[in-house]
């Protein structure tokens, strides 16, 4: 039972386009959601976080758009950098009151990789 | 601030052996937790430390350990290695362990192959 999706598994884009990455969830508990971005055999970058409170978060080039009653959030590259290629995860975290369930335990979607193209 | 650190990078081992991967904080972050990424499974939660204890466990064989020590340093331990366990494995790191709405840095990672 897959709790986080990105449903696209790939996406390509123009040089100085935006790119927009999309991730579903199903779990009504999620309350922090992430998205990190990671290059083969690195360990994740953190890029930008959103609290359930709050339905947009911004900093630099990157926004994130949060859509509970949707259950969906998605993060926009403005504008989209060749060095932006990479894979990028979404991951979200539970609440509390999910428990002892909910230390220390990211759930990840499983990906979209985003070329950038000069 | 020094990153996460993990060592060794790159591992190699046969079938049946064991193997301890080692996981360094960034300085101050109290919380661990410990990731498999497969190319089948993905980015899967193996296990959380916070002083020293282990507060949330994922769905793991009980070959799969860790502990933490005073220091915040962690290590995980796998037994009796199997071809599967063949994958990237990443630590992440917390600053207050509070469990919610917490940012997790992650490690390079250390990639073991089973051979």
């Known amino acids: 039972d897959q709790q986080v999706k990105q449903n696209s598994p790939s996406l390509s884009v123009q040089e100085g386009r935006i790119s927009i990455l999309n991730c579903d969830y199903t779990?009504?508990?999620?309350?922090?959601f992430l998205w990190y971005k990671k290059y083969p055999a690195e360990g994740p970058t953190f890029l930008i976080s959103?609290?359930?409170?709050?339905d947009k978060n911004e900093d630099g080039r990157f926004t994130v758009f949060l859509n509970k009653s949707a259950k969906h959030l998605s993060l926009h590259i403005v504008p989209s950098q060749p060095g932006d290629s990479a894979v990028y995860f979404c991951?979200?975290?539970?609440?509390?009151?999910?428990?002892?369930?909910?230390?220390?335990?990211?759930?990840f979607g499983q990906g979209t990789i985003l070329t950038v193209h000069p | 601030k020094a990153g996460v650190t993990q060592t060794p990078r790159y591992l190699i081992k046969t079938r049946g052996q064991q193997v301890t991967l080692s996981c360094s904080p960034i300085?101050?972050?109290?919380?661990v937790s410990w990731y498999q990424q497969t190319p089948g499974q993905g980015l899967q939660f193996l296990f959380e430390?916070?002083?020293?204890?282990?507060?949330n466990k994922g769905n793991f064989p009980g070959r799969f350990s860790g502990r933490q020590f005073s220091n915040s340093r962690s290590e995980m331990n796998v037994s009796t290695l199997e071809l599967g366990d063949s994958a990237l494995y990443l630590c992440?790191?917390?600053?207050?362990?509070?469990?919610?709405?917490?940012?997790?840095?992650f490690g390079p990672g250390t990639r073991l192959l089973v051979l």
């Open positions: 992440a790191s917390s600053s207050l362990g509070r469990g919610r709405q917490e940012t997790q840095y």
């Open positions: 991951a979200a975290m539970l609440s509390p009151n999910a428990g002892g369930t909910s230390y220390g335990k990211l759930t």
């Open positions: 779990n009504s508990m999620f309350d922090y």
């Open positions: 959103i609290s359930s409170i709050k």
């Open positions: 430390y916070f002083s020293e204890t282990q507060r």
């Open positions: 300085s101050g972050h109290r919380s």
